[in-house]
């Protein structure tokens, strides 16, 4: 059954496609975001929302945080899903999986000026759920391990973003706890990740060949697993 929408109609029971009746109207996602989003060119990358995190706080998108954290009171730990992706993640979703995977190789400068754009926004909302009183923040990217890229486009584009990521919220709030979210094969690019400065990767797979003893062996007591 189609729901109608002053501005959309979408398909509640089946997932469907959202169509758009005012093509000047913008449908958010959960990371707010315009679900119709698509990045073709270096110009469409403005396009990409960056929300200041005073309007995040202002425009009440934190308030359920903020309201839990007071009923809460310092009785347990509470980390908050800050970023649905900024790397591999970011890229495919804008450009298309098989085109996205291309571009690593074809548009370098086009895919580093998704990451950094959508790093900005990320960031911005980091501050704002700190702001809010959470003590933990986790990001990370589920395409962005061996199982999908290889080593050497990691560390050209996703560790320099997530070591970038983890300084900012450091500066920004020195007590926050940050995990990464590294699902996948992370056995080629693990010491990478442990050298980002996070404080625990989260999501091993042992599915994947992640074994937690050799993991420990390997990098030590860099990072909580």
Known sequence: KKY?????????AGGGTIDLLDESARILDRDGWPVNLLVNSLSDVKKIP??????????GQTDGVRKLVQEINGRC???AFSAGGFTMNAIL???????GLMDLVDEPT????????????AIEKAKALVDAGVDGLFF??????????SPEHYREYCQPAYRVFVK?????KPSVKIYQHCCGNYNPIL???ADEGADALHGLDPSKGMNLQDMRRRIGRKICL
């Open 93 to 99: 979703r804008l450009r298309g999986g098989v085109q």
């Open 168 to 172: 900012t919220m450091r500066s920004y």
């Open 140 to 149: 990370g990217d589920s395409s962005a391990s061996s199982s999908m890229i």
């Open 191 to 193: 010491e990478m990740a």
């Open 110 to 121: 086009l895919i580093h000026a998704i990451i950094d754009r959508s790093l900005e926004g």
């Open 4 to 12: 109608r929408h002053p501005v959309a109609t979408f398909d509640l």
């Open 50 to 59: 960056v929300i200041p995190a005073r309007e995040v706080t202002r425009t």
């Open 77 to 79: 730990f509470i980390g």
